[in-house]
């Protein structure tokens, strides 16, 4: 069964810093998607990346990149110039490929941004 | 303003008493999942629906039912047979239930036991 881990229950950051987020999944797929979801205080989950495997080059949003390295099957988060809205609970998730397929959550990281 | 919504945002249970937690979506959206989310621990797939009148039980089914009669609804009831129900419950849904394709978030029920 796949897994997902996300070694940091909680990790802060000073705001203007950068900040990165650790995920590890386990699969015996080749193609299958990965996505980084924010759950601020207010509990709406939001997606911030996802990143397809069959994909190189890692992807990028604004302040927010990954760094996917497929053979280790790492996949983490980097929060550029943090803000303090960047506060939140973060979750990684994997999902495979097919019909019908579900996701895979880690336990979460909380993120502190500090002033 | 398309989106999820689910009602309500905080629900209280007796012992005993079967409660039933909304969610409806305006996105046109053909798949429809229940999450539960339990403190120091990621989401956990209650039940997921990928079309009208059809749903298959995800990781932790037992003791929760759902209905999928219409397309922008996928309500879930929480029986008296779910011995410990107080968590945080959310459902999403997806355009289409394949691997790439997002899941949207709805703001989430608070379920606590009087």
């Known amino acids: 069964a796949q897994t997902v881990t996300q070694s940091q229950p909680e990790m802060s950051v000073q705001e203007a810093e950068t900040v990165t987020l650790s995920c590890t999944y386990d699969?015996?797929?080749?193609?299958?998607?990965l996505f980084w979801y924010k759950q601020p205080p207010s509990r709406q989950m939001i997606l911030v990346i996802r990143?397809?495997?069959?994909?190189?080059q890692n992807a990028t949003e604004n302040r927010f990149s990954v760094n996917f390295q497929k053979a280790a099957k790492s996949f983490s988060l980097k929060i550029s110039d943090s803000q303090l809205g960047d506060a939140a609970m973060y979750f990684c998730?994997?999902?495979?490929?097919?019909?019908?397929?579900?996701?895979?959550f880690g336990p979460g990281t909380r993120l502190s941004v500090l002033p | 303003d398309g989106g999820i919504t689910q009602s309500p945002k905080y629900l209280f249970r007796k012992e005993g008493q079967n409660v039933t937690l909304s969610c409806e979506q305006n996105?046109?959206?053909?798949?429809m999942y229940w999450y539960r989310q339990d403190p120091g621990q990621g989401l956990r797939l209650i039940y997921y629906?990928?079309?009208?009148?059809?749903?298959q039980k995800g990781d932790i089914a037992e003791g929760y039912s759902v209905s999928r009669e219409k397309k922008e609804s996928f309500p879930l009831t929480v029986t008296s047979a779910q011995k410990n129900p107080t968590a945080f419950y959310l459902c999403?849904?997806?355009?289409?239930?394949?691997?790439?394709?997002?899941?949207?978030f709805g703001a989430g029920t608070r379920l606590s036991v009087l």
């Open positions: 629906s990928q079309i009208v009148n059809d749903f």
């Open positions: 990143q397809e495997a069959y994909k190189q």
């Open positions: 998730a994997y999902r495979p490929p097919g019909y019908g397929q579900n996701f895979v």
């Open positions: 699969t015996s797929e080749s193609d299958y998607y």
């Open positions: 996105l046109n959206h053909d798949a």
């Open positions: 999403a849904s997806s355009q289409r239930p394949g691997a790439k394709n997002i899941q949207y």
